[in-house]
């Protein structure tokens, strides 16, 4: 599957933003789903996922502010981010996996990544 992630962009503290991650080949449906995001000078850390099931899974920088969603029916997965904050900044990653060892927080268990997506968010 090949994913490409859009909808970066600047917005103000306290904003909200959505990402998207169109994938073709395989539907979406079909793999674990998830968006990590790697801020300038820092390691690529886990948002949120969601599961072959439907399960989400979120950091904890993540709950109460960022809602994972996947449209099957236009292969899309989606990051719906709300009340975003400065330290949101970072470039955001779609990526596809099947069930293996690991676990779905961990980017190793990823196979297939799209090419990322900056978010600024201004003070």
């Known amino acids: 599957v090949q994913l490409q992630a859009s909808g970066g962009g600047l917005v103000q503290a306290g904003g909200s933003l959505s990402l998207s991650c169109a994938a073709s080949g395989r539907t979406v449906s079909t793999y674990n789903m998830a968006w990590f995001r790697q801020a300038p000078g820092k390691e690529r850390e886990f948002v949120v996922a969601i599961s072959r099931s439907d399960s989400p899974w979120h950091a904890d920088s993540a709950k109460g502010r960022f809602t994972i969603a996947r449209d099957n029916a236009k292969n899309t997965l989606y990051l719906h981010m709300f009340r975003l904050k400065p330290e949101d900044t970072a470039a955001y990653y779609c990526?596809?996996?099947?069930?293996?060892?690991?676990?779905?927080?961990?980017?190793?268990?990823?196979?297939?990544w799209g090419q990322g997506t900056l978010v600024t968010v201004s003070s």
């Open positions: 990526a596809a996996g099947v069930d293996g060892s690991g676990s779905i927080y961990e980017s190793s268990v990823y196979t297939y």
